[in-house]
């Protein structure tokens, strides 16, 4: 309920009013109410109790005992949740006068409260007004209003479904079973379809079919990255012994190290050739003839001072030994 009808506007006027909106309300002498479902049952049980038609007259009339002529008439209500108690109104051909020309536009109701929890516990009478004491009061053709936002929503529904304003309740029909198409497709992770190497539009049968595909291989074969990791260790270990080699034979130097590490990877056959075509550049000695010869000449000059004051030749030490 937002808006009421300009003035002199033509209309039909709708059959139910909300008069008591759901929840919390207040007057404009700061008492407040509450309209919920359990008030909804004293509100009724009051109406079935007094068994008579609530009327609607003009300004308060019916109040003051004196002549009161009836706007309209409450037939019949009701309790819609979320909305509030609302009321079938029969409206008197002036009243409707007045509300079709916009020169009446709210209603102002007198009704009683439950002291002891503040619900709205039933109704006197309803008055139209333009100065109703219930704060923010929606006009009684609120809900033409509610209708007119109700068909501005479905223009920008229709925009958002790429359809004009002159569509067709089928085509709006078609165009939201399209969008609820496209939202329940099967979407496939991204990592899945990568390692299973299919296209990433496939849908969830072909990437059953890949799986089983993939448990039907012989036993005993690895995966691709399996392959490439062990090849990946072969050629490092490798070019590890070849780089090895190489130093031992004095063809590179320790600062070569990381360089023919990289070299003899990326093209073992090329650095097989280099290494045999090499000089060498670190003079290599075995460190085994190198401690024998010191052992000998250490051992000799001893062997012979002591061979002297025996009196053995050096000629027998060399023949049986130190």
Request: aromatic share 8%.
């Amino acid at each position: 309920m937002i808006a009421a009808l300009a003035a002199g506007g033509e209309t039909e006027l709708p059959e139910w009013y909300v008069v008591f909106s759901s929840g919390k309300g207040e007057l404009a002498d700061g008492v407040s109410y509450t309209v919920d479902e359990q008030a909804w049952e004293m509100f009724r049980a009051a109406i079935e109790r007094r068994g008579v038609e609530i009327v609607i007259d003009y300004e308060h009339q019916a109040l003051s005992g004196n002549k009161a002529p009836a706007a309209g008439w409450c037939r019949q209500w009701r309790w819609t949740p979320g909305v509030g108690i609302e009321a079938r109104i029969d409206w008197t051909e002036e009243a409707a006068g007045y509300l079709k020309s916009g020169e009446y536009r709210y209603f102002s109701p007198v009704f009683y409260i439950n002291k002891s929890d503040g619900r709205l516990a039933g109704a006197h009478s309803l008055a139209l007004t333009n100065t109703p004491k219930t704060n923010h009061l929606k006009p009684l053709l609120a809900k033409l209003g509610a209708q007119q936002q109700e068909e501005a929503m479905l223009k920008k529904l229709l925009a958002k479904l790429g359809l004009g304003e002159d569509a067709t309740e089928e085509q709006a029909l078609s165009a939201i079973d399209g969008l609820r198409q496209t939202t329940e497709k099967e979407v496939i992770p991204e990592a899945v379809v990568a390692a299973l190497g299919i296209e990433g539009t496939a849908d969830a049968s072909t990437v059953v079919a890949s799986i089983h595909a993939l448990k039907q291989a012989p036993k005993g074969m690895v995966s691709k990255a399996e392959f490439d990791a062990l090849q990946a260790r072969i050629t490092e270990r490798d070019a590890a012994e070849a780089v090895a080699g190489a130093m031992a034979a004095g063809k590179i130097t320790p600062d070569q190290k990381d360089w023919a590490m990289a070299y003899a990877k990326a093209d073992p056959n090329g650095f097989a050739t280099f290494v045999a075509k090499a000089a060498v550049v670190v003079p290599i000695q075995p460190l085994g003839d190198q401690k024998k010869k010191a052992d000998d000449a250490e051992i000799g000059a001893a062997t012979l001072q002591v061979a002297k004051l025996m009196g053995v030749a050096e000629e027998d030490i060399k023949k049986y030994g130190a």
